[in-house]
């Protein structure tokens, strides 16, 4: 297993410059550039650009001045120069600075994070810790009245977008045409620092619901479904049929013999996790009002946020890239028949 280990590692190095040479010259070749959003800011902000009739060219802005704007912005260079850079940067990890932000990507990231971390993390525990015994009993008593409401209720949900969800929920749970019991917009109200110990935990609670109910609609229904038809496979296999007519209690049938092999689909998300710390979505964190990651790369990718689009993209590449080998090593830990050796 070591040796596996070993080789995935050594696999990252050509993956990370594969896609972030990509990436690299995918976003430059853009067009508007930072020295191009600034030059129109310079042509219609009607201030001096220190040129003369003779030197403005047709952009109405002199060369001098479109000069010192791209050694300003690091264009100056050939972009196979500014790679090279941006890689030697990156040994320190350092990502730059952000050109609207004025301040290093690091910090813009870690700004947003506090959103992404604590709506991924708990979405993901509360999905694991609700879906696999909703899967289970419902593979237990499937055909059963339970079992058809359950499924018809999670397919209700899971054909409602995650936004549209937060829409219905914000009209008829936090405004004044139906009920108000739920506020909106940040992860907490403005009094939080003079709330009590229980007050900041309902204050917080109240803040999260919505926002959460919207993120885990998708995710619930899937996994719910798959923990289900995991578990329906495996009690239809010979050996825990072997174990039903050795007379063996149902409950350990299912929950010794066949839940550990019924895990094993399940378990390719457990690596994911860490993807969580930097989910987001756009659309629920707008109607939320939200400042997370989500927002974050749509606003970079609109705005042209260099460094800041290529230090997303290398963050999120190195941690899918761990979770997909902790999710490896998770299936040999549930089960050892498993050898990437």
């Known amino acids: ?35 191009e959003q600034k030059i129109q800011q310079l042509r ?10 003779g030197s403005n060219n047709d952009s109405g802005v002199s060369e001098e001045v479109i000069e010192a704007l791209k050694k300003q912005y690091g264009f100056d260079k050939p972009l196979h120069v500014r790679y090279w850079i ?25 700004s947003k994070l506090p959103v992404s971390i604590q709506f991924g993390l708990i979405s993901f525990l509360l999905s694991y810790l609700i879906c ?5 009993l419902k593979a237990i008593k499937h055909g059963s009245k339970f079992d058809v409401a359950t499924s018809f209720t999670l397919s209700a949900l899971y054909s409602i977008p995650g936004f549209m969800l937060g829409i219905l929920l914000l009209v008829y749970f936090a405004g004044d045409t139906f009920v108000d019991w739920f506020p909106i917009g940040d992860l907490y109200s ?24 919207s993120y885990m609609v998708g995710q619930f229904t899937v996994l719910t479904l798959l923990m289900k038809n995991s578990m329906l496979e495996v009690i239809s296999q010979d050996y825990v049929r072997t174990a039903q007519a050795k007379g063996l209690e149902q409950k350990t049938v299912y929950m ?3 839940l550990r092999n019924a895990l094993i689909p399940i378990v390719t998300g457990f690596g994911h996790f860490l993807s969580l710390f930097f989910a987001g979505s756009l659309f629920i964190e707008t109607i939320f009002n939200l400042d997370g990651i989500g927002l974050l790369g749509y ?4 705005e042209r946020y260099y460094n800041v689009i290529m230090g997303l993209f290398f963050i999120q590449t190195i941690i899918m890239f761990i979770g997909n080998l ?16």
């Not at 896609?19 to 020295?35: E, K």
């Not at 219609?44 to 009739?53: A, C, H, L, M, V």
């Not at 696999?132 to 289970?136: A, E, F, M, T």
């Not at 606003?299 to 609109?302: C, G, K, R, Y």
């Open 1 to 35: 297993m070591l040796n596996y280990i070993v080789r995935r590692l050594l696999i990252l190095i050509p993956t990370l410059l594969g896609v972030t040479l990509l990436t690299f010259v995918i976003i430059n070749l853009a067009p508007g550039s930072p020295v």
């Open 44 to 53: 219609f902000g009607g201030g001096d650009t220190g040129s003369s009739s």
């Open 86 to 110: 941006w890689l030697k940067n990156l040994t320190k990890l350092d990502f730059g600075e952000s050109f609207t932000y004025e301040e290093p990507v690091t910090d813009v990231v870690m």
């Open 132 to 136: 696999i015994p909703l899967g289970v």
């Open 190 to 213: 403005d009094e939080y620092d003079d709330l009590g110990f229980w007050g900041k935990v309902w204050d917080r609670v109240t803040h999260f619901i919505l926002p959460l109910v």
């Open 256 to 258: 010794k013999h066949a």
């Open 299 to 302: 606003q970079s990718v609109l």
């Open 326 to 341: 902790i999710s490896d090593i998770l299936y040999v830990v549930v089960d050892p028949r498993i050898d990437f050796s």
